[in-house]
């Protein structure tokens, strides 16, 4: 409780030194960023904090946090110079309602899901480990990179800034690695919840209509409160329909029996997602009850290649990954993707705007161009908040880099000073300077980064079907299409349907053209061609091509949909033109729906890429490109599906309004169903026991000596460890568990994860490390044993069960199983407890 607490204040006092910053950077904003200042603090504490210690100024300790606050104090104090102090208080006093739910909001998401990581603590199963030994690693590293626990002697190769954010919260708040990995999927649900608060509250108010609003500005009468707070019920609580379907196939519904009692069901075989399409289990009931049930609702794509082979397929939402408690990437950045997006909607509205254009180009003739007409202050935020994207999730970088560069070049369309044409210059001049100046930023992250991705491969034979995708987004996509008919209404442009549909079919038909063209191109090169039709079961190139053709249209559900939503998008977008604009295309109600449509867009084409094409990796298909780009997607569409529904509800009348609100309670309904069951199954019902945000106790109860062990080496000084490697190479074991919890680096831990980490340099990196620890355990020659301690560095080496387990006689490889005499003679136990043993050696060790 007292860490939990510590977290609280130190991260409230961080939007204290952060508001004054967003303040003047962010005036468009009725809010001017409150909501989001939290984010913001945290991001440029840990960014001066990350910089300065990368470029060896700073050493990673809490002196070196306390320098890197002061320098944030600094920014405060510049941006305090900036504005008028009765100006600001008078603001405050006006936005007290608002502040206090923000406040509220926060106390109440970051109290309740620590609760809930306190019901099922454990860092064990799926990437927890990975990412609790990032912490701890980081945590343990004097200096930046930090050095991966997995990889003795390289740094990480990885977006690492989430877990430098939560180790620098660790660090200054003196709490341990395993409960600041609980505390910090907690803190990023809370940062989540007040950041989509904040989206959703600056979008109604400043589409509250001309002549409602006043001339006090900041200070007029609040008029949206509450309903803000169906933004974060969208994006974290709100889920896919698997859960609801779910629910029907246990009870039963839709399945047959036969004189025989065999079950069967057209609707769940022709649905075809993986269990559901198996009879249900008895006792029938509305609960689900099958072991990790849960976990399906991350699952419902489905592919198969020509073979019809299953391909898996990840398809995770925001609810799912917070009940899972994996605090990966994707979850990390969604705090910083409420703030990406609350800039890009500053951008809009006309915030941030420069009376001076910059920077001055000289051009020949001694003319001179300036292509940015945004202050240098708000660019340089921009270029830290977006640039972090990718130190944070580097997939996220060109879509919020994207959203923010259409957002500035919009803001001059619907004020008519440019047509749409000539604002793509300005989008593209904003890409430009703003993302270089992201890049330059984060470069030594760049400098140390390697990666899977070996570019881009087509999806010539995975066209998503529509019944999935509805499933999917089944909770988004009905509020979100009926918002675009209705701002449709109000178009004077009579063209803009069949321009949008124009737009959108070529758009989606060169997509599909350039796929097909890739693919043909791959097979035209001699050593690419077998892979390729390996890795979809081809026989041939005219297998490939024709069921390129024959799938796209015997599932046209899926892209029916995503034309659609194009069509919408495009030719709505489209109809603003400088020939054409008008006071309500400048006005700030005009604006903030534009945004809405703007963030449609831009989540309709994160799912229409995978349609397409995705990256190449070592998984070989699109499960890992759907799976980063359905999650971002739905945080987008969830913030335009909350402002959609209340948009509706507030002006819609009569029956319409009356169906619409029937219909969008009967589907909130369905989007429920997953986390109280989820929820209660994730927990064991909540069930009273030792609740704890120690990620560790379950091992303290199971292991007692590998913890104590654990508990000696997290004391220790540093040095490098060797402990049991899987033979079979595989993940998500208890394997590189002394290096995880401690910290400290292993020689090797777990070798899929270094693969997908470092791509084509894995194999150099790693070179003959498996074969020489298990060399190390099993060898009966000190000398040779020795050699291997003398030639990675190593310390630390741990013999307890699991070592004993992996290296036994049955082994080919060590016939002897493991030799321990000759760690008995030569080495001292600097740790002994019941079946663990830790043996040191500091190269001074004689026979």
Request: hydrophobic content about 50%.
């Amino acid at each position: 409780m007292s860490h939990w607490a510590i977290w609280y204040l130190v991260v409230t006092g961080l939007s204290w030194l952060a508001f004054p910053i967003s303040y003047r950077l962010l005036p468009a904003l009725k809010d001017r960023g409150y909501a989001v200042s939290r984010a913001l603090g945290l991001l440029l504490w840990g960014f001066l904090f990350w910089l300065l210690a990368s470029l060896g100024i700073l050493r990673n300790e809490p002196t070196g946090l306390l320098f890197a606050a002061a320098l944030m104090g600094g920014l405060t104090l510049w941006a305090l110079l900036g504005v008028h102090p009765q100006e600001m208080f008078a603001w405050l006093r006006a936005q007290r309602r608002m502040i206090l739910v923000v406040e509220v909001l926060f106390l109440l998401a970051f109290a309740l899901w620590a609760l809930v990581r306190a019901a099922n603590p454990e860092a064990v199963g799926t990437e927890k480990p990975m990412e609790l030994a990032f912490i701890n690693a980081i945590l343990k590293s004097p200096t930046f990179p930090p050095h991966d626990p997995w990889l003795s002697g390289y740094a990480i190769s990885y977006y690492y800034f989430g877990y430098v954010l939560v180790a620098m919260l660790a660090m200054i708040s003196g709490t341990p690695g395993a409960i600041a990995f609980n505390l910090g999927v907690s803190l990023v649900f809370a940062l989540s919840a007040i950041g989509a608060y904040g989206l959703l509250y600056n979008l109604l108010n400043a589409s509250v209509p001309v002549a409602r609003q006043t001339n006090e500005g900041d200070l007029a009468p609040q008029r949206h409160i509450l309903s803000p707070l169906l933004a974060p019920f969208f994006l974290l609580i709100v889920s896919n329909l698997e859960g609801f379907l779910h629910s029907l196939h246990t009870r039963g519904l839709f399945w047959t029996a036969d004189e025989t009692g065999a079950l069967s069901s057209a609707f769940w075989k022709w649905l075809d997602i993986k269990d559901l399409n198996q009879p249900p289990a008895l006792p029938l009931s509305w609960q689900p009850t099958r072991f990790w049930w849960w976990w399906r609702a991350s699952r419902v794509l489905q592919d198969y290649d020509l073979a019809n082979n299953a391909r898996e397929i990840i398809d995770e939402f925001p609810f799912f990954s917070y009940l899972l408690g994996d605090l990966h990437p994707h979850v990390l950045a969604m705090p910083f993707a409420m703030l990406a997006m609350t800039i890009a909607l500053n951008f809009l509205l006309g915030g941030s705007r420069s009376p001076q254009p910059w920077p001055r180009l000289r051009l020949s003739r001694g003319s001179e161009f300036a292509p940015l007409r945004l202050s240098p202050a708000a660019a340089l935020l921009a270029a830290v908040a977006l640039g972090g994207m990718a130190f944070l999730n580097i997939w996220d970088f060109p879509l919020f880099l994207t959203l923010a560069a259409s957002a500035y070049a919009l803001s001059f369309v619907l004020q008519g000073e440019k047509s749409i044409l000539q604002a793509t210059a300005d989008f593209l001049w904003f890409g430009l300077f703003v993302g270089l100046a992201g890049v330059l930023l984060y470069l030594p992250f760049y400098l140390s980064f390697s990666s899977q991705a070996g570019g881009v491969l087509p999806n010539l034979i995975y066209p998503t079907r529509g019944a999935h995708l509805w499933v999917m987004f089944g909770t988004l996509l009905p509020p979100i299409l009926a918002y675009l008919v209705y701002f449709s209404r109000s178009l004077t442009d009579r063209q803009w349907l069949a321009r949008g549909l124009g737009l959108a079919g070529g758009f989606m038909l060169l997509l599909w053209l350039l796929s097909l063209t890739l693919g043909a191109l791959i097979l035209l090169i001699p050593e690419a061609r077998a892979p390729f039709l390996g890795s979809l079961a081809a026989q041939d190139s005219a297998q490939l091509f024709s069921n390129a053709l024959i799938r796209r249209f015997l599932s046209p559900g899926g892209w029916i949909t995503l034309l659609v939503l194009l069509a919408f998008c495009l030719g709505l977008l489209t109809a603003f033109d400088r020939r054409n604009s008008s006071a309500q295309e400048a006005s700030p109600p005009f604006r903030a729906r534009t945004f809405a449509v703007l963030l449609i867009l831009m989540g309709t084409l994160l799912v229409v890429g995978p349609e397409f094409f995705y990256l190449r990796d070592l998984f070989g298909w699109r499960m890992n490109t759907i799976f980063k780009f359905y999650f971002t997607a739905w945080q987008v569409w969830s913030i335009a599906a909350s402002y959609g529904a209340v948009i509706l509800v507030m002006e819609l009348r009569g029956s319409l309004r009356a169906l619409f609100s029937l219909g969008i309670t009967a589907l909130l309904a369905a989007g429920l169903v997953y986390p109280v069951f989820g929820l209660w199954s994730k927990t064991n019902g909540f069930a009273p026991g030792q609740w704890t945000l120690d990620s560790s106790a379950y091992l303290a109860r199971q292991s007692p000596d590998e913890m104590k062990a654990i508990q000696f080496l997290q004391a220790a000084p540093p040095g490098v460890l060797a402990e049991a490697v899987d033979y079979q190479g595989g993940d998500y074991r208890e394997y590189g568990r002394m290096a995880t919890f401690s910290g400290h680096p292993a020689v090797l831990g777990w070798i899929g994860h270094q693969n997908q980490w470092r791509g084509e340099n894995s194999g150099k990196a790693m070179g003959s490390r498996q074969d020489d620890i298990e060399r190390l355990y099993c060898t009966r020659n000190w000398q040779e044993a020795r050699l291997i301690l003398d030639q990675y560095s190593i310390r630390y080496v741990v013999v307890g069960t699991l070592e004993r387990a992996t290296y036994n006689a049955n082994d080919d490889a060590c016939p002897n199983g493991l030799v321990e005499t000759k760690f008995i003679r030569n080495l001292p136990p600097v740790f002994s407890s019941g079946t663990v043993v830790i043996y040191e050696y500091t190269g001074l060790n004689d026979e």
